[in-house]
């Protein structure tokens, strides 16, 4: 073979070689940007979440369920390209998606939603460099350093009084609120930090139990009509919804002491008590 032939069939088989390695992984990140929009579909078993409804056979008691409130802060957020992470540029809209932070609200105050507003969120909505990617991973909770601050002054979506329990245990990460037939003032999953130390007047310094907890979504395609579910009914298949330990709040407010956090948390993939974090164990949130 004559080396001008062979130079051109080399340059041929590199440019081949790019592109399909350009199909596999993330461009240059000075390229055009990909935009991203990921949807997140409540439901409570094979039906979708909203207030104003009644759903039965929920918990081991099989009792019946009317939502009040449903709300989530979500950050973090990662495609995933052969394995590597590529971070999702949160589109800052100055109302559900500021620094890397989104707000999902399902509730839209009718009902038992009262506590709630009017205006709802399913989805998070960014950039990340042009590519192939291959799954999902985002943290559910809000970042320490954006959690102990005063939601009075908050941008945002942190400016929600009602997702907020103080500056030294910051926001409630998940707000899920409903009431049973054996609790008919209500059964409340406030997921949030606590056992937080303090150096001062609102400076917080670390939480002995942070409570946020990762999910990943494997083989999901951002590009196809996929959507992120959150089933109730399989975050509460392990827990009786109609009692509630004595002297502690209806539900789980995350206390350490709350053994009624126990198989929530379980479904989180989170640890409590003695039983340490278990990633694997999160059932909470799937793909359709």
């Known amino acids: 073979m004559n080396r001008p032939l062979a130079r051109t069939l080399l340059a041929a088989l590199a440019a081949v070689a790019t592109a399909a390695c350009g199909d596999d992984e993330p461009n240059d990140p000075t390229d055009t940007p990909q935009a991203v929009t990921l949807t997140f579909k409540p439901m409570v078993g094979s039906q979708p979440f909203a207030c104003g409804q009644t759903y039965t056979g929920l918990g081991t008691t099989g009792t019946t369920y009317e939502p009040k409130d449903f709300r989530l802060y979500i ?3 990662r495609l995933l390209s052969n394995g590597t992470e590529v971070p999702v540029t949160l589109t800052q809209d100055g109302a559900w998606q500021q620094d890397g932070l989104a707000l999902l609200d399902f509730e839209d105050k ?13 989805k998070i909505v960014g950039t990340v460099p042009s590519g192939h990617y291959t799954g999902l991973r985002f943290t559910v909770g809000v970042p320490f ?3 102990h601050q005063d939601a009075s002054t908050a941008r945002a979506p942190l400016n929600v009084s009602t997702l907020f329990w103080g500056w030294a245990g910051g926001y409630k990460f998940i707000r899920l609120d409903g009431k049973t037939n054996g609790l008919p003032t209500g059964h409340n999953l406030h997921l949030g930090s606590t056992e937080c130390q303090t150096s001062g007047p609102n400076q917080v310094t670390s939480c002995e139990h942070p409570n946020r907890f990762e999910v990943e979504i494997a083989t999901f395609d951002p ?6 579910v959150l089933d109730v009914a399989t975050l509460f298949a392990g827990s009786n919804l109609d009692t509630n330990q004595e002297s502690t709040a209806p539900g789980c407010m995350a206390e350490l002491n709350d053994q009624d956090c126990a198989p929530l948390f379980q479904r989180m993939g989170l640890g409590f008590g003695s039983t340490q974090a278990n990633p694997a164990g999160q059932v909470f949130f799937r793909k359709e």
Request: aromatic share 0%; with cysteine; charged share 10%.
């Open 75 to 77: 950050h973090n957020v």
């Open 110 to 122: 009718t009902g038992q939603c009262s506590n709630g507003t009017t205006a709802t969120n399913n």
């Open 145 to 147: 350093e954006k959690n």
């Open 223 to 228: 590009s196809a009509s996929q959507a992120v």
